[in-house]
Nanobody
Framework: QVQLVESGGGLVQAGGSLRLSCAASGRTFSSYRMGWFRQAPGKEREFVAVITGGGVITYYTDSVKGRFTISRDNAKNTVYLQMNSLKPEDTAVYFC?????????????????WGRGTQVTVSS
């Protein structure tokens, strides 16, 4: 069982930056592939980024490439999402998620554990 708690959301102006954190419980954090997803009002939850257990491989949805960076610190059981050059369309609740197994997967049903989310609001 893995428990995930996100933090770092808030209100920021367009062009600004935020860093989200997701703290995980458990002693096998490095075994999990970690993903970030987001859900805007009235829309389905969508994939943002994923990172492998050792942090070597990352993958992003096209709309955030070059602006967002996912990273992890296995010693701290934490995964991060650095978000730069934020746009109003990035406004959403951001969730972190964890899964075991191989592959870079971007669908919500591939992930076994979810946090409760943190709100990110980007004003124009």
């Amino acid at each position: 069982q893995v428990q995930l708690v996100e933090s770092g959301g808030g209100l920021v102006q367009a062009g600004g930056s935020l860093r989200l954190s997701c703290a995980a419980s458990g002693r096998t954090f490095s075994s999990y592939r970690m993903g970030w997803f987001r859900q805007a009002p009235g829309k389905e939850r969508e994939f943002v980024a994923v990172i492998t257990g050792g942090g070597v491989i990352t993958y992003y949805t096209d709309s955030v490439k070059g602006r967002f960076t996912i990273s992890r610190d296995n010693a701290k059981n934490t995964v991060y999402l650095q978000m730069n050059s934020l746009k109003p369309e990035d406004t959403a609740v951001y969730f972190c998620a964890a899964r075991l197994g191989v592959g870079i997967l971007t669908t919500t049903n591939a992930y076994d554990y979810w946090g409760r989310g943190t709100q990110v609001t980007v004003s124009s």
